[in-house]
């Protein structure tokens, strides 16, 4: 297994009090546009607010969604960026935003491809829930994508010599002459001004925040949550306070599948289901086609008692999804030689859950119609040892954010440009309409980073009359 590598933090002392681009957050957009702005000439600094560097990115293990790639074709499978833009457009309840849509799906291969320019390969291929084909790509190791992107982005970032700091919280992004000018920053208490003729906001959505739940999703109060504690809507804030517009904000994305017995939410990943994992119910029995959308799954769920469920699937399944062995490690998967062990396990009736799953290996055996509808990601459970982690929705990802376009720039409710200020990833609302799909979270980071990154040089590049 490769090392990980340790990414050290700039000394703070060195933080300078002009840059030509600020890039507020350290996850995968925030790394990405970075990256990119450097290699088009400018000399960025990346700002956190946490020790922790990542952001959300970390907690993602599905993959990276993308269509007409090179992979695929290696994979046998011929896609299109039309079928990618129905799928995604039917997954949010055509609501979301078609220009974004339209960027985000058609630059989708080329940020695999820019990816792979460095080093950072996704040549394995799963399925998430609500898409038609195999898009998802993902490490051959097939670890969890979040991590391995970030360990991988801060490899390149600390190549460059991009400075990134941690423990620095913007509070204010300051504009002259009606543009961005820099950003106020809290640093080790004190306050701290720094120039800079562009900011990228790449602060991640607010799925931590009580306050913005209460506020735009009061139902959602009582329910647990996957986001990392600094997932409270610093970036929105920022951006309202600038004059930006805001869209879609009670739009908020609950996943079906987190183990949640803990004091932690621990999130299991689509793969799972994609790879052949499927859901039962309190009595042992299928009840839901498991890659149906997340808003489709999560209902099926909060309709059985307690709102609770469980996710079982054989060793062939576990040995597709690398991530299983982090969830078993830290003591979420049940073990059982048979299926009626497992069942006794879980108390359910040993008869009832045989049935559950002769019937869906004579589905899969037969390549029949599944009675829930279930079309992708279909294996027969017959390898020893059994398994069931226990699930139960949690708030996971806001679609709702700042107003942008396809050039990431940030809007006012005017539907005008503010000079100088981007955003992208889950900061930006829009493209996701009222549901994301699996495997397109990575994707925007990296396709609306680079842009964002891209932009930002442009815009910076006028400035100077270049």
């Known amino acids: 297994m490769a090392t990980k590598f340790v990414f050290h933090p700039t000394d703070p002392t ?21 990256l990119q702005a450097y290699e088009l000439g400018l000399h960025p600094v990346i700002l956190e607010k946490n020790t922790q560097i990542g952001g959300n990115t970390t907690r993602a293990s599905s993959g990276m969604n993308a269509a007409e790639t090179n992979i695929q074709l290696q994979h046998q499978i011929v896609d299109s960026f039309a079928e990618f833009y129905q799928d995604t457009l039917q997954g949010g309840g055509q609501k979301n935003n078609p220009h974004l849509l339209h960027y985000f799906t058609e630059h989708s291969a080329l940020a695999i491809d820019w990816l792979a320019q460095h080093g950072i390969e996704l040549t394995d291929l799963t399925i998430t829930g609500g898409m038609k084909i195999k898009r998802t790509h993902r490490p051959a190791s097939m670890a969890p994508i979040g991590g391995f992107l970030v360990n991988q982005l801060l490899q390149q970032i600390a190549q460059a010599q991009i400075p990134l700091f941690t423990e620095v919280a913007v509070t204010q992004i300051l504009q002259a002459q009606g543009k961005v000018s820099g950003v106020q920053v809290k640093q080790a208490g ?9 900011v990228i906001l790449a602060t991640g959505g607010f799925g931590a925040s009580s306050q913005l739940l209460e506020k735009y999703r009061p139902d959602l109060r009582n329910l647990k949550t996957t986001n990392q504690p600094g997932a409270t809507g610093d970036g929105i804030k920022l951006a309202q306070a600038a004059g930006a517009d805001l869209v879609d904000m009670d739009q908020v994305q609950v996943h079906p599948t987190v183990q949640q017995e ?8 689509e793969a799972v289901r994609g790879e052949g994992a499927i ?47 982090f969830y078993d490690h830290i003591g979420l998967v049940l073990t059982a030689t048979t299926w009626a062990g497992l069942a006794q396990q879980n108390q359910w009736e040993p008869a009832t859950l045989t049935t559950t799953i002769q019937n869906w290996n004579q589905v899969v055996t037969q390549k029949a119609l599944d009675p829930l509808g279930r079309t992708t990601g279909r294996h027969t459970l017959t390898t020893r040892p059994f398994y069931a982690i226990h699930i139960a929705p949690a708030v996971h990802y806001t679609m709702g954010g700042v107003v942008i376009n396809e050039l990431t720039q940030v809007l006012t409710p005017e539907q005008k440009v503010i000079p100088g200020l981007f955003a992208a990833g889950e900061v930006a609302g829009g493209l996701h309409g009222n549901n994301r799909i699996g495997g397109n979270s990575i994707a925007e980071t990296v396709i609306f980073g680079r842009q964002a990154g891209q932009q930002a040089f442009k815009y910076c590049k006028t400035l100077i009359g270049g």
Do not use: M, W
Not at 14 to 22: G, S
Not at 290 to 314: H, M, N, Q, W, Y
């Open 14 to 34: 060195q933080l300078q009090e002009q840059y030509d681009l600020i890039i507020i957050g350290s996850g995968g957009t925030g790394l990405t546009s970075a």
């Open 262 to 269: 803990s004091d932690h939410a621990f999130l299991i990943g």
């Open 279 to 325: 859901l039962v119910d309190q009595n042992g029995e299928r009840f839901v086609n498991e890659l149906a959308t997340r808003k489709e799954v999560t209902a099926a769920i909060d309709c059985l008692p307690g709102r609770k469920a469980s996710l079982i699937f054989d060793q062939e399944v576990r040995q597709r999804v690398q991530a299983i062995e």
């Open 190 to 198: 004190q306050e701290k001004t720094i120039a800079a003729a562009a």
